[in-house]
């Protein structure tokens, strides 16, 4: 780092002049880098020299880096974690959907199938694709439309579900 008299001879030589620091002036500037004191030439100069600049720059960009690492390591955790969970949650959606496939009819028409039988044969209705809340029944139940692949399963009756295809 170099001493605040060295700094001092630079900027004379670089300027040319001897300007007396004042202040009060609106071109007084304390270098964020070395904390050197200093009168700019102009309202947009922070700095005291280029070397301060690029260090101070280079010094920010480090941290940066250092901060994405940090974010990047623990998304890779994360990701180490959450991969064998998303493969098991998608191999049980194709799961429900060729169990839906084998008992509906393949047109348009819906289908009332209990909720036990489907369960009981491997179709999982908290694995879904979409999942919205139509509304509440008169017993005051909540009714849901999920989505599993190409079929919509509505929530009609306590122990009952409507399946339609998409």
């Not at 429900?96 to 209990?114: Q, T, V």
Request: charged content about 35%.
């Amino acid at each position: 780092m170099i001493d605040k008299e060295t700094k001092y001879k630079l900027r004379l030589e670089k300027r040319g002049l001897d300007i007396p620091i004042d202040k009060t002036s609106e071109n007084y500037r304390c270098c964020p880098k070395c904390s050197f004191e200093f009168m700019a030439d102009d309202l947009k100069q922070d700095f005291c020299c280029e070397w301060c600049h690029d260090q101070f720059n280079n010094d920010k960009q480090r941290e940066r880096t250092l901060e994405l690492k940090a974010k990047l390591e623990e998304v890779q955790e994360i990701s180490d974690t959450c991969i064998p969970f998303e493969k098991t949650r998608f191999r049980q959606l194709l799961q429900s959907n060729a169990f839906l496939k084998k008992i509906h009819p393949g047109d348009n028409s819906e289908l009332l199938y209990p909720i036990k039988d489907l369960i009981k044969n491997g179709v999982d209705l908290n694995v879904f694709e979409d999942n919205r809340l139509l509304g509440v029944g008169s017993d005051d139940e909540p009714r849901y439309s999920t989505t599993i692949r190409s079929f919509e399963i509505f929530y009609y009756y306590k122990n009952c579900v409507l399946i339609k295809k998409k």
